[in-house]
Each structure stands twice: as C-alpha cells, then as structure tokens.
C-alpha cells in the first residue's frame, strides 16, 4: 500500500501518503559533509524502514568533491539535474578555503554550488537548541540562562536569496592600488513580504512571539523592510511583533537569550546572527537547517502554488571544517535534525521528524555518547548508531 507519495500532490506542496516514497538527491561535498552525511542517512534509513516509507536516495557530486572528479564545475550538469528531479536536497557541505586560492570568488564551490542550488529558496529556516543537559557547554552564564523560560529554542528565518549576497552590481573595478569593490544590498517588497509572511506563520505555530531585526536607522531596505513588517503585524495580531536593529539584536541574544522564540531578518544579518546563536546551542555542530521556496510558501499563501518550484535544500550550518575531515570526529547531529527537518517540512511526516528529534535530544542530555565539541570521545558513526536506536 502507498500513499500519494512520489508526486505533488492535490494536498497543496505537502505529501499526504501513509507510506511514501522520498526522491532525495544526496550531495555530501567537501570536508566533514561526507561523514555526517552517511551519519544521517542510516538514520533517515532507519526511520523511513520502521514507519514503512522507502528512500531513493540518488548520490551528486559537488564542491571541490566535484572537480576532484573530474568534472569541470562545482556543480556539475548531472547534479543539477538530479536536483531539479528529486523532492528534496540533502546536503553536507562545500567549500575548502586552503584550495586553490589563486581561484576567484565568483568561480570557488561556495558561490558556484552553494548560492546556485539556493536559488528561489529564499526562506532560510534555522533552529536553535541547547539539549537540557547540556548547559555548561553554552559559554553563558547559568543566572542568564535560567532567566525567563530558563530554555533556548529558538527558530531564526534568514531571506536567504537577496540582500547583499545576490545584489548587482557586485565586483571589484580599477586596477591597484586604486581598485574600487561594490556590493549591492537591494529587496523588493514582494522579497520582504514573503520572508515575513513564513515569520508570522512560523511564529503563529511556536510561542507566537516574532522579532523582525533591521537597520532601519541607516539603511533604505531596512526601512522598507520595518514599514512592511508594521503593516503585516496588524493582519496577525495573535502574533507579537518586536523590531530591533541588528547591532541591538545581536546583544540582547546574549544578554537575554530565553526570550527569543522567532526571529526574521536579511540574508547578511540573518548569516551573522545565526553563527552567533549557534553558540546558544552549545555547538555549530548541532543545528540544523532547512531551504524553502514557493512550495512551502503555499501552505500560507494559496497563489504561492503557481510560482515556479526549487527543490527544497536541507542543510547543517557548520560548514566543511577540514581539519577535522575524513577522521570520523564531526558531530552528526545538527545533519541529523536537518534530515528531521526534511521530514517535517516537505514531506509532512511529522511523527517521524519527532521521533528523531527526540533521539538526538535523548543522546545528548544522556551524555554517554558526545563528539569532541560537545566535550567527549564519540565517534560520528557512534553518534548515529546511538541515535538510531532509541527510535
Ligand atoms: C552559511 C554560510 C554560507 C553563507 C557561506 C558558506 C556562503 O556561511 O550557510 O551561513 O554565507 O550563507
Ligand atoms: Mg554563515
């Protein structure tokens, strides 16, 4: 017996199958992406198997990975193809800045790969834990940790595909010593009203708390950004609407970090204010990621259904980290939760993404198996293998 599985189906972007078949397109990359990808995967295997659901997992090559290979780009034409064909990405990492460095930024795997597969998925969705159990790793202090709800768990949502990352003109002209470089940060109000729209919505599920974070003492798409904000928090007035500047924000999650339930923001801000809140989480290596474009946006926006599809992309926030590469030492666990992630926001099996959820959870407030960022000696396969079996 199968669901409607396999395909997009009458139930809007999300699959409504008992049993169901997930067309992933599997890309591990550079560094550590190899070993927590295969992490995940046994545990994705293993979850899919026990709730009667089939993975086809089909491999790409991309990153440095890629042209090791032979290929001739970071992001091959077969890669890409496989992509635009699967339901889902799952991702580890690109990038190796020890490579080649003579290689321009326009053509290095994290511009060519990376921001290439992002492509019309403009809500970033990344969420941060610390596991109970775990609070001496956070580098706060226990009297502001136990303040408020005494728990960390927040969601951020970075506009992943404008702002500076994608505005032109982009470049540098001139010639030394006298070169100039321009970066462009621009939005359209369709490109802010549908990040804030996943914002309200998301924070309409959670504690209903939303901050919008801008700069709009000093930048025009800032300005923009809050006037659209102001004017959506009157159509949700359930949700609680905050507006903080970025350098304020980026204190008071230090200062006050258990009062924060979602926070929405720009591609650049949302970049930094995420590696600073990863800390929150006790590790980089735990949080997870999640890509998402129209599709997803269709669960709120019914004409969202008619604008063009990019496959959703799920991905850690860590990074390649190749010192520690190839040695079975990387944290599997922020790439497990993003395969959780992929469970809960493209195919809507919610029960599934909880039952992993709570097995990482469950392993890291046990303590007994911790990678080396988490200060112990487990291994990532160990990690995995621990994790799989409390599901
Ligand atoms: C991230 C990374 C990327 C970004 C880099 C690798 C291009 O820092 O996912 O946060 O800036 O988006
Ligand atoms: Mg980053």
């Known amino acids: 017996m199968r669901g409607c599985g396999g395909l997009r189906t009458l139930c809007g972007s999300s699959f409504c199958g008992v049993f169901m078949k997930l067309n992933l397109a599997i890309l591990p990359g550079d560094g550590i992406g190899v070993e927590v990808i295969a992490a995940a995967m046994r545990v994705l295997e293993h979850v899919a198997k026990k709730f009667g ?32 064909n699967s339901d889902a990405i799952f991702f ?3 990038g190796l800045p020890d490579r ?116 709009a003492n000093i930048l025009a798409t800032s300005g923009l950004w809050r006037e659209i904000a102001v004017a959506m928090g009157k159509e949700y007035p359930d949700v609680q609407l905050e507006h903080m500047y970025v350098d304020n924000a980026s204190m008071q999650l230090l200062r006050r970090p258990t009062e924060f339930d979602v926070i929405v ?6 970049d930094i204010l995420s590696d600073e809140a990863s800390m929150l989480a006790g590790s980089i290596g735990l949080v997870p990621s999640a890509c998402l474009g129209n599709e997803f946006l269709a669960n709120y ?37 993003t395969g959780s992630m992929m469970l809960r926001y ?13 097995a990482c959870f469950g392993v890291l407030n046990e303590g007994k198996k911790l990678t080396g960022d988490l200060g112990g000696r487990a291994k990532c396969s160990e990690v995995a293998a621990a994790v799989i079996e409390k599901i």
Request: charged share 25%; hydrophobic share 35%.
């Open 301 to 337: 926006d019914p004409a969202a259904k008619s604008l063009p599809r990019a496959t959703p992309f799920y991905e850690p926030i860590h990074g390649s980290a190749p010192d520690i590469a190839g040695k079975d030492l990387a944290n599997p666990i922020g790439t497990i939760l």
């Open 92 to 94: 580890g990492a690109v």
């Open 53 to 84: 659901h089939t993975i086809q997992a089909t491999y790409g090559d991309i990153g440095w990975a890629a042209l090791d290979k032979g290929h001739k780009s970071a992001l091959p034409e077969e890669t890409r193809t496989l992509c635009k």
């Open 100 to 215: 080649d460095k003579t290689l321009p930024l326009q053509e290095r795997p994290e511009r060519v790969a990376l921001l290439e597969l992002r492509k019309g998925l403009f809500a970033n969705l990344r969420h941060i834990v610390l596991p109970k159990n775990l609070k001496h790793l956070c580098p706060l202090k226990d009297e502001i940790l136990s303040k408020g709800s005494g728990e960390i768990d927040i969601m951020i949502i970075r506009e992943l595909t404008g702002g500076l990352y994608y505005g032109q003109p982009q470049g540098v002209t001139g010639t030394a010593p006298n070169r100039n470089a321009v970066d462009t940060m621009a939005y359209s109000e369709m490109e802010v009203r549908r990040i804030l729209k996943v914002g309200f919505e998301t924070a309409r599920k959670r504690r209903k708390r939303l901050l919008s974070v801008d700069k």
């Open 265 to 270: 923001t720009e591609n650049t801000f949302g």
């Open 346 to 358: 493209t195919f809507n099996l919610q029960k599934e993404a909880d039952a992993v959820d709570a």
